[in-house]
């Protein structure tokens, strides 16, 4: 929250509204709880937690001889002699304000006391907006499953004028709201989140059982239990457990969306929340949300199940497969309508890891069918089929393609081609018999994960930037296993060892990736024809990985 004053009051002698006397003004001396004034004392503030914080809260440390400040300092009191304290500070953002009053006898021997400490009330002053903002709305129901299409919204972005702090002529401080202007130019964010389930709880409810183990329960039942107020109440039957999100039949968050249109990459479901989070990096700037409207589809096929496998191992639970080496894969999905009448699909899309080759099409009884037609790029395998399907059916799809990381799910989904934007996922589950999987992910097999750099490839060998375009420019491609991201720099020596030229490339994945150099500089300027040596290094969390290569530059 933006904060700029710090008040402690002590208990008063009389009642501020009435006049009366305080009954609770004094100690039980009858000494005014008004002379207990803390005489100095720190304030400190941080916007964030700090591993000092946590750990002095378990410290016996009575009087801060171990105190540790938070890294703001914001004020501080010394021979202070009346109530109340006020101490003001610059306007900024924080989270956590401590105030630390020092012992009276800071440099006598022996113990370290206060004489007369009393608190009241402790006050925090502001003004502006907070700096982050989050709205998580009740579960809706749909009242039965559908798609979640896209999201679209209208923000608008305002700065507040003339708003600031005014004192009266009897010294009293009074808030100017002063007014709202549209500022297009305002630092603030709005993201969009929605995540969507099959129950109307998004949460699951736990307690324990006899041998002291989790047991989850339904809410009603965990309502009924004894609260365990404090640590020191036990993990036992008949106390309340843990409260955790529903991971079994509620989706994680989806990834955030802050460009209208966007569309929602979630499953088919019958409920979902929205939360909506707004940041601003200014006191006086915020955002609005004007308008809302999430596009809703009804269902293309009631029941749709898909599995991957391996072709021949249709005993494995898991596909497992060498990483980075093309490998077959059979890739099962079975539609059910029932006695629905639903409006089909006739063209399918699967996500690969990697650019995949595809293989062919079979229908429920292993017949070959030809698709209308079958794109691939770097983003996954899309069928188009020769009819729509509207009836009971299961297809198997066979490609080639390579998996760069630890893990990876080959999500897929139908649709139309006269409405793209309308798509429903395939769900995990048993689609045919030959394949033992029910689930959709392909993990990488064995120790292989521990190659994380491979694959250089530099073309061509000898490298003529004279501008006849024929080998002006020099490719450097080269494959990242088992990481999410990882930062690659790219650098030219000579063959004394020395620096001329570097190439960056940030955030990258497990995959093929390609680098292109012009053989100039920043100016533009040709290098020396001769040997060099192109360095790749990938900096990954588990560590530094570099591969080298010559290169010949002629012209």
Known sequence: MPVERFEIHLPPEFDLETGAANPDCCDQFGKPWTHYIPHQGELTGSLIETTDMLLEGRTKDRYGEHYK??????????????????????????????????????DAPGVKINFALAYGEFELYGR??????????????????????????????WRRQGAGWSETADGERRWQVGELVEAPDAEVDVVFRLKNGTDADPLTYFTWNDLGELAEIERTAWDGLKLRAYDSDPSFVGWRGPVTEDREEWTPWSGAVNQSGTRL????????????????????????????????????????????????????????????????????????????????FDALHIATPGA??????????????????????????????????????????????????????????????????????VEEGDAVAAIGTQQLQVVAAGRAVEQVLGGLEIAPRTFTPNGDGHNDLLKIKYTLFGVLDAAVEITFFTLAGEPVDRILAEHQGGGVHTALWTGRNAAGRLFRPGLYLCQVQAQTGRGRFERTQSVALVY
Do not use: C
Not at 134 to 153: E, I, K, N, W
Not at 312 to 330: K, M, Y
């Open 69 to 106: 400040p938070l890294p703001v300092r914001l004020g501080s009191v010394e021979q202070h002699l009346v109530a109340p304290i006020i101490i003001d500070f610059p306007l900024q953002y924080l989270r956590f304000v401590r105030w630390r009053t020092f012992p009276d006898n800071p």
């Open 128 to 157: 502006g907006f907070a700096g982050q903002t989050r709205y998580v709305s009740h579960v809706q129901d749909l009242g039965q499953p559908a798609t979640l299409g896209r999201v679209f919204m209208a923000v608008s972005k």
């Open 265 to 344: 990459d979630l499953p088919s479901r019958r409920f979902f929340q929205l939360e909506v989070q707004m940041t601003t990096a200014s006191s006086v700037e915020m955002a609005r949300v004007d308008s809302l409207a999430i596009e809703l589809f009804p269902l293309l096929v009631p029941t749709l199940v898909g599995e991957v496998g391996v072709p021949g191992d249709s005993l494995a639970i898991l596909a497992q497969v060498p990483i980075g080496e093309p490998t077959e894969f059979s890739y099962a999905i079975r539609a059910s309508f029932g006695n629905e009448a639903k409006a089909g």
């Open 356 to 425: 995949p080759e595809f293989l062919y099409l079979r229908d429920a009884a292993d017949e070959a069918v030809q698709p209308d037609s079958a794109w691939t790029d770097a983003e996954g395998l899309t069928l188009y089929l020769p009819e729509p399907i509207r009836a009971d059916e299961t297809l198997q799809i066979g490609f080639k393609t390579a998996l760069y990381t630890v893990s990876a799910q080959l999500r897929g989904e139908v649709f139309n081609r006269a409405n793209s934007v309308l798509r429903q996922q």
